[in-house]
């Protein structure tokens, strides 16, 4: 099971040597960061929302919805150009990988413009995550990430790509 490189599992992917039993570790792996993801949320509990919070959650849920169709859609429709086979295995296994690194990128880059705007910012320090339109923003940036990282490795299967190098 690769926690990190993509180009091994495509490697994998490319010689047949993906199991189902292996696609089951990734599938149980990728529930278990779900629902830790859903529990790290309830680590922050708010006080009552706002009209403005609210409507910010609304949005959220909204986009992540809308964001999740057309990204298994559009990563569906690119694993049917390639070869038409095993794209459940292929969405389940990649989405591993993909979302660790979607979460460290994402969560680098937004940690890098909270302290840049603490820099620029002559006063008092705030979290950047607390505001709404933040969270919004990197929930969005996270999502289109992900379904972007999962379509990438669908297309590196692409028999005229070379087979990454193992590393």
């Known amino acids: 099971m690769y926690l990190w490189r993509t180009n ?11 199991s189902q039993k292996e696609t089951m570790k990734y599938l149980l792996t990728v529930s278990l960061f779900m629902l830790l993801g859903s529990f ?22 909204l986009m992540i919805a809308l964001i999740t169709i057309l990204g298994i859609y559009f990563c569906y429709e690119k694993n049917q150009k390639i070869d038409s ?7 389940i296994c990649f989405s591993l990988p993909v979302a660790i690194k979607s979460f460290f990128i994402i969560t680098l880059f937004f940690i890098g413009m ?22 919004l923003k990197y929930t969005i940036f996270y999502e289109l990430f992900f379904y972007f990282g999962i ?4 297309g590196k299967l692409h028999k005229n790509e070379s087979t990454p190098q193992l590393t």
């Open 40 to 61: 790290f949320m309830e680590l922050f509990p708010s006080d009552e929302l706002s009209d403005k919070e609210t409507m910010y959650l609304y949005i959220q849920y």
């Open 85 to 91: 086979k095993n794209f459940i295995e292929r969405f």
């Open 8 to 18: 091994q599992l495509i490697a994998d992917f490319k010689n047949n040597n993906v």
């Open 151 to 154: 379509y990438k490795a669908i």
């Open 114 to 135: 909270a302290v840049f705007r603490e820099m620029i910012k002559a006063g008092g320090a705030d979290l950047y995550l607390n505001d709404p339109k933040n969270i």
